[in-house]
């Protein structure tokens, strides 16, 4: 099943609007934020791991869009990874991302690292960025990780000291376990989790009506809403994204029905299992 990655929102509870797209809560939630509120007083780098679907993007975009509210200063901002080999090309592409052009950014090869460095500092305090949350960092080879926490040195060098929280979908990605000059600035590496089955009806319930019942049937003891439950659970590994692909082919074919076993079997047998 080809489609796109769901981006999904975090919402307060008291939210009426329902979305397939829609997160209320994950524990990682939480954990992300306290570990950047760490990284942020100690000057060390977080980074949080995990397998694909556990919430780790979600995470990050929710961070950006709470940072004004932790009392942190500045901006943060939030890159995805493109994959990237050698101690300065990462950085580059960074730059890119936040809209800095010229040949040496764009096309510049064997530029010095101070070089790239001094344009950086000088962009982010053009924006007052005192954030970047990076995603899908197993995209970077490890010179491009070591070129990285170059930079996070030379930034609190200088006077810019930046927060710094990588995502890894790797227990122990090569970049941090070969690199000792790494490893000593790692403030923290957190571990990020599929979802639980009642994590995942809780999250169904704000996606539509049709779940919505669905979680409340459960809370009353249903066996058999309870087989339905974990049999979407097993399916999908307690993967986000799959539980989203399971939630919209469900609402495309059978919206405004009441979810039993043979509309959920029906559904998985749309998906690519």
């Known amino acids: 099943m080809n489609e796109p990655t769901p981006i999904f929102k975090v919402v307060e509870e008291s939210e009426s609007s329902k979305s397939p797209d829609s997160i209320v809560t994950l524990p990682i939630l939480s954990v992300a934020a306290d570990l950047l509120l760490d990284c942020a007083a ?3 780098v977080g980074v949080i791991s995990g397998p694909s679907g556990s919430g780790k993007s979600i995470a990050l975009r929710r961070l950006v869009s709470r940072y004004p509210s932790l009392g942190l200063p500045g901006n943060a901002f939030y890159y995805c990874c493109q994959a990237s080999v050698g101690p300065t090309n990462g950085i580059k592409a960074l730059l ?3 809209g800095v052009g010229g040949a040496i950014v764009t096309h510049g090869r064997g530029v010095p690292m101070p070089l790239i460095q001094k344009i950086t500092h000088r962009e982010l305090a053009r ?7 990076l995603d899908e960092t197993d ?3 490890a010179s491009a990780i070591a070129g990285l926490f170059a930079l996070h040195d030379h930034l609190k060098a200088v006077g810019h000291p930046i927060s710094l929280l990588m995502v890894t979908n790797q227990d122990n990605p090569s970049w941090f ?8 600035r790692t403030l ?7 979802v639980s089955v009642e994590e995942m009806v809780g999250i169904m319930a704000v996606w539509c009506d049709e779940f919505a019942k669905f979680a409340a049937n459960l809370e009353t003891g249903d066996k058999e809403d309870d087989e339905i439950a974990r049999h979407i659970h097993n399916s999908t590994g307690g993967d986000l994204r799959r539980i989203n692909f399971f939630a919209k082919v469900y609402l495309r074919h059978f919206t405004g029905n009441t979810l ?3 509309s959920t079997e029906a559904t998985l047998e749309r998906m690519d299992q």
Do not use: E, F, H, Y
Not at 127 to 133: D, M
């Open 139 to 141: 995209r970077w080879d």
């Open 260 to 262: 039993t076993m043979k």
């Open 96 to 98: 890119a991302d936040l």
């Open 188 to 194: 923290r590496v957190i571990r990020a989790s599929r």
């Open 177 to 184: 376990a070969d690199a000792d000059p790494i490893r000593s």
């Open 42 to 44: 100690t000057g060390g």
């Open 127 to 133: 924006q007052n960025l005192r954030c970047i949350l």
